[in-house]
């Protein structure tokens, strides 16, 4: 004898309709090549064991020339923080789907919509244009590599045609740059379509505030930290800049003076452009998202005003009828108007970005590095500072 299957409750129903929005995001690729995010994965690894192997059983062409070594431990720290955000995006977004800050229509009305984002957000992501981009920075890879920078400022190659195929495939391992120019264009293209479509998601929909959310960023904190992880992936060679600046001119070592006719002037370049565009990937993305937040904030602080107006008018009874009232009338009124300015009190911090001043703070820090060695380095400042270690000599 066969059962009825008992009817789901409405709330009952539309749970595997929210279910299908957390199910795509768990579903959710970065890198859609599966053999891809494998290789990615080990880079890092692979670059730190490069440098001990080249220690132990080597030439020393990485591990015994410091500035090289620098350099391939400065590109492993990097994918490895870039791995990190591709693992931390798709958990921001189904948390804060997840709290409901996304102001959607309840229904397939508005769980559509945001489906639609989350697909095209990752077509965009492992779009065919990531090649052209791979196949740009490939070449600059190559480029900035000794023969070529040799050649911008001597007219010349170092090495005839044998020398450069020993310098490119033999000890020294030239082609590693390419192949990492390349890898870099195919995280870059990435790195930069996440920035625009937090962007986008502050455009296309209203969100929510949590007023009282511990993150201090009205629940939506985790949409801040993607910009700061982005940043501090532009912030991480940044600071590897700055540190190789202020050594290069402080610090006077013939085994150095090659690579400060090199590339001293070039990276100087490179930290001016690298910290303007930290500071952009940390705030423009969230720009539109602030501005989400602000429009909702002026929806509670009109609540908090007509509250404010409620406590004011209970105020003025008190005041002017407070010999016609009984006592508990009073007392009653008095409780009401205490309750009501502790909700005000609790609610009147109305966060209006996606970041907290902890967020701010790291951010601002790490910032600095670049911008003291900048300053550090300039002409009148080098003078000083070469006075001040004269003096303590």
Known sequence: MSKKAPSLSKAEASTPKCDEVIDRLKAFRVLGNARLRKILGWIPALLVLLVLADWLIGAGAFSRDVFRMTNVLNAALILLVVQMLFARLPRALETVWR??????????????PFLDYINTFEAALNSKYERVLALILALGGLFATYPFRYFMIAGRFPFDLWGMLVYYFGAQVGILATVLGAIVGILVWRVGTIAYFIDVLGERFPLKIQVNHQ?????????????????????????????????????????????????????????VVLGALSLFAFIQPLYKIHLRME???????????????????????????????????????????????????????????????????????????????????????????????????
């Open 215 to 271: 993150d201090q960023a009205g629940g939506l904190k985790p949409l801040g930290d993607l910009t700061f992880n982005i940043a501090i992936i532009i912030l991480i060679p940044s600071i590897f800049l700055a540190v190789w600046g202020f050594i290069t001119v402080f610090f006077r070592d013939p085994a150095l003076e090659a690579y400060v006719t090199l590339w001293g002037g070039f990276y100087r370049q490179l930290l």
């Open 295 to 393: 429009e909702y904030a002026r929806r509670i602080q009109a609540e908090l005003d007509s509250l404010s107006q409620k406590i004011e008018t209970l105020s003025l009874e008190l005041r002017s009828q407070a010999d016609e009232i009984g006592p508990q009338a009073g007392e009653d009124k008095l409780h009401a108007i205490e309750f009501m300015k502790k909700v005000y009190s609790e609610n009147s911090q109305i966060p209006t970005w996606p970041f907290n001043w902890k967020t701010l703070f790291r951010f601002v820090s790490a910032q600095a590095v670049p911008v003291l060695s900048l300053l550090g380095t300039t002409g009148p400042v080098v003078e000083i500072i070469r006075t001040l270690f004269s003096l303590a000599n």
């Open 99 to 112: 709290r409901g800050l996304i102001d959607v229509p309840s229904g397939n009305t508005g769980l559509h």
